[in-house]
């Protein structure tokens, strides 16, 4: 009886200790892992920042286009991409497509030039465009004549139909 209980006991322990080495292997395995993605994270930062061109449109001065990234560093994967981008067409593309200003009230007219100004402070300049704080636009100042009231469309319409009816 008692050499029984002694092969249980000795089952028992071989059991614990081999499950105490598995968890071992397991833990260690584990760190090993966690050591070699921290040498991968430090082969990343190798590589530069993406610098970016400006965003050249498909067709026309605006809409749908791609720009193009390049970036440094001898461990890089990949050092040029093509990104789409999209240049709103409602922005005074004279000051560079990507730079958008907020502009004060036209200005009263100088009769000296016959132009009108207003300015303009830098609102969102787009992928570190290399914009201008404040810029100043002219136009020509425009005749100061009131436009002639126009009748609605419904009394040109009824006004045709009574010249049919009395044809």
Known sequence: MQSQQSQQQHRKFAAVF???????????????????????????????EWQWSVCVPTSGDCGLGTREGTRTGAECKQTMKTQRCKIPCNWKKQFGAECKYQFQAWGECDLNTALKTR?????????????QKTVTISKPCGKLTKPKPQESKKKKKEGKKQEKMLD
Not at 23 to 32: H, K, Q, R
Not at 119 to 131: E, P, Q, V
Request: with cysteine; proline share 0%; charged share 35%.
């Open 18 to 48: 081999l499950a105490f080495i598995f968890i071992l292997a397991t833990v260690d395995t584990a760190e090993a892992g966690k050591k070699e993605k921290a040498e991968k994270k430090v082969k990343k930062s190798d590589c530069g």
């Open 119 to 131: 300015t303009g402070s830098l609102k969102r300049a787009l992928h570190n465009a290399d914009c």
